[in-house]
């Protein structure tokens, strides 16, 4: 079963902050890039969307997706997949994520 693949407005946000930063460190095509792969990495969440490690500890049905090594993708499958953030691997999860 496919899965629509959703951004909540707070993964919006975080995106193009990403984006800013990298265009700032090391330009725009890098950032567009980076971005790229990002987006690539969560359309896969349409058709595996359990591969992720489930993390009831932050959010009941919240799972993370490691990218790249620096990068968590939180998200929710219900309906559809729902990405709830995209940030820093070394960012405490939980406040983020209202807990």
Same mark, same amino acid.
């Given at each position: ?14 995106? /193009?902050?990403?984006?800013?930063? /990298? ?6 095509? /890098? ?6 792969? /990002? ?61």
């Amino acid at each position: 079963m496919t899965h629509a693949v959703l951004l909540s407005p707070l993964a919006v946000q975080d995106l /193009i902050a990403l984006h800013q930063w /990298i265009t700032g460190e090391a330009g725009r095509a /890098i950032a567009d890039g980076y971005l790229d792969r /990002i987006e690539r990495k969560m359309a896969g969440l349409a058709q595996f969307p359990l591969r992720g490690t489930p993390r009831d500890d932050l959010a009941p049905g919240v799972r993370t997706l490691v990218f790249e090594r620096k990068v968590l993708i939180a998200y929710r499958v219900e309906a559809a997949v729902t990405v709830l953030r995209v940030i820093s691997g070394q960012r405490e999860l939980a406040p983020l994520l209202g807990q």
